[in-house]
């Protein structure tokens, strides 16, 4: 069973949001396959964003959020998630309004939404993988040969022919390097970055510089294919 987030202003009224809420959590069409988490704003219309955003990581869901919100706390969510899952902010004047957000919601989850440029969903794995197998230089079994990088182990051989793309641009930006045995090349990730690293590999986001050029390539994937990177949360 999945798990959707509704956050909304206080005031159970009829008439009011909250009603909406409530109305659309008791209704039964929903209940066989998902369950609702809801969360009342402060006095103010916002709530603690770190701590609604901690929550919804632990059990990913789309999230809908009930405006008047405060904008502070909606940009604070956003920054946190928007690029994890599904999230809307949303006027509603009825629960059928609340529905149909909600139907929305749903969908776009489990159609993998949002989706991710290619070539930076290959990049996180490619990382994750070389971290993984302790690839961090040193002596020779600090690296792997780039026949073996696009060869599972969290790296789907559906994405070997952007692996040297993806190589390229990591490397240009010194996150990763290479040093050439037999006429090959073996990668291995810079340790001197180990920080800077680590910090992507936690926030799922690149420098900008890095990002630009990962983005060049028009293809898209399933977010949910980072899901792999929530081993480093309490990194």
């Known amino acids: 069973?999945?798990?959707?987030?509704?956050?909304?202003?206080?005031?159970?009224y009829a008439g009011s949001s909250a009603s909406f809420v409530q109305a659309c959590a008791n209704n039964p069409k929903w209940n066989a396959?998902?369950?609702?988490?809801?969360?009342?704003?402060?006095?103010?219309?916002?709530?603690?964003?770190?701590?609604?955003c901690s929550l919804v990581l632990q059990s990913p869901g789309p999230v809908v959020m009930v405006r008047p919100v405060q904008?502070?706390?909606?940009?604070?969510?956003?920054?946190?998630?928007?690029?994890?899952?599904p999230l809307m902010a949303v006027d509603v004047a009825s629960a059928a309004d609340l529905e149909e957000f909600?139907?929305?919601?749903?969908?776009q989850f489990s159609?993998?939404?949002?989706?991710?440029?290619?070539?930076?969903?290959?990049?996180?794995?490619?990382i994750r993988k070389l971290d993984q197998e302790h690839m961090w230089a040193g002596n020779a079994k600090g690296y792997m040969w780039v026949s073996d990088i696009p060869k599972g182990r969290g790296i789907d051989l559906k994405y070997e022919s952007r692996v040297p793309n993806v190589l390229n641009i990591?490397?240009?930006?010194?996150?990763?390097?290479?040093?050439?045995?037999?006429?090959?090349?073996?990668?291995?990730?810079?340790?001197e970055k180990r920080v800077e690293i680590y910090g992507i590999l936690k926030s799922r986001i690149?420098?900008?510089?890095?990002?630009?050029?990962?983005l060049r390539h028009p293809d898209q994937e399933s977010v949910r294919a980072l899901d792999v990177l929530d081993i480093y949360n309490a990194v």
């Open 1 to 12: 069973m999945g798990i959707i987030y509704i956050a909304h202003p206080l005031g159970l």
């Open 33 to 52: 396959e998902w369950q609702f988490s809801l969360h009342q704003y402060e006095k103010n219309s916002s709530l603690i964003a770190r701590d609604f």
């Open 71 to 85: 904008a502070k706390t909606l940009e604070e969510v956003r920054v946190r998630i928007a690029n994890r899952l």
């Open 102 to 107: 909600i139907d929305a919601a749903i969908a």
């Open 111 to 126: 159609n993998g939404e949002p989706l991710v440029a290619l070539d930076i969903v290959v990049a996180f794995l490619l």
């Open 170 to 191: 990591l490397f240009s930006h010194e996150l990763i390097f290479y040093k050439t045995s037999n006429s090959k090349k073996k990668y291995a990730l810079n340790p």
């Open 206 to 214: 690149f420098p900008s510089e890095i990002e630009r050029p990962l």
